[in-house]
């Protein structure tokens, strides 16, 4: 194998030992940049520490270089991967360190501490080496279709019963807009109930009894949605994408492509970091 190929079997691989320690390596980095990021916001503790936690940012944010520079080194395309979704949170780990040494100066510091903040961003990276987390990110992508029709039905229920509210206690009981009336359905829907706007009329109170008992129904359709598409998904699961035609909804024992034909799996030896890529992408 090549340099590029066996780096390629530990970075975008996680099936193999080395691909899996690899994985595990940059997964407690993430979270290790996550705490120093909530410690870094305690006063106190930024106060004492400041030095030692700056010197393991900085740390942690070379090993994320190395491995985004490594990424875009190995790809035979490495234009697809900086413009992808992995590409742009990959980049978002890194960039607001840099970004902070450049911004300069005390009319700056609001500037500086959002872009340090932005490194909260590094915990999206925990979904690509976690197996259950791309899981379930697939099957919220399958599923997305019911999911807008079902919030697109959300915010009709929320906008009519915030109007018919503004129209039924008025400005005198809180309702002052519908905007308002339609932020207390949304309250009321989700079950959240703050309390700083309630009915105070009879059918009001009618109307917002009606909406607390939708709600218990509303929260259960995103996950019944959600849950019958991993059933779905874990019977027909295949980790392989076409490197042909690029579809990856497979049986899990299909050995070719059922849209185009082509095989799935190359023999060892015949696919090189440009048809992983494909793979991976």
């Keep these: 194998m090549t340099l590029k190929e066996e780096l390629y079997d530990i970075i975008f691989e996680a099936d193999t030992p080395k691909g899996k320690t690899f994985d595990i390596v940059l997964i407690f980095l993430i979270l290790v ?5 909530m410690l870094d ?7 004492q520490y400041h030095s030692s936690l700056q010197i393991a940012e900085w740390v942690i944010t ?11 080194w190995i790809l035979h395309k490495p234009v697809k991967y900086i413009f992808s979704l992995y590409g742009i949170i990959d980049l978002l780990a890194i ?27 590094r915990i999206l990276k925990l979904n690509r080496y976690t197996r259950a987390g791309r899981f379930l990110v697939l099957a919220m ?26 129209l039924v206690e008025g400005e005198e009981n809180g309702f002052t ?12 829907l989700t079950t959240v109930g703050y309390g700083d706007i309630s009915p105070a009329t009879g059918l009001g109170q ?8 939708l709600g218990y129904a509303i929260i259960a359709v995103p ?57 991976k992408t």
């Design 33 to 37: 940049s996550i705490f120093i990021v």
């Design 141 to 166: 992508h399958r599923s997305r279709e019911k999911i807008f029709i079902f919030l697109f039905f959300v915010i009709t229920m929320v906008v009519i019963f915030g109007t018919i509210m503004y």
């Design 62 to 72: 070379i090993a994320f270089t190395i491995e985004y520079a490594l990424r875009i």
């Design 223 to 279: 996950t019944g949605i959600v849950t019958s598409e991993m059933m779905i998904s874990r019977q027909r699961t295949n980790s392989q994408v076409c490197a042909q035609c690029m579809y990856d909804q497979h049986d899990d024992d299909a050995t070719h492509c059922k849209k185009c034909g082509h095989p799935l799996f190359m023999e060892e030896g015949t696919g090189g970091p440009e048809e992983k890529e494909q793979e």
């Design 95 to 121: 960039l607001p360190t840099y970004i902070s040494v450049v911004a300069t100066g005390g009319q700056s510091l609001m500037v500086i501490r959002a872009l340090r903040l932005l490194r909260v961003f």
């Design 206 to 213: 009618m109307l917002a009894s009606i909406i607390m008992i």
């Design 177 to 188: 807009s519908i905007p308002t009336s339609i932020y207390w359905a949304i309250v009321t």
């Design 41 to 47: 916001s305690i006063p106190s503790i930024r106060d």
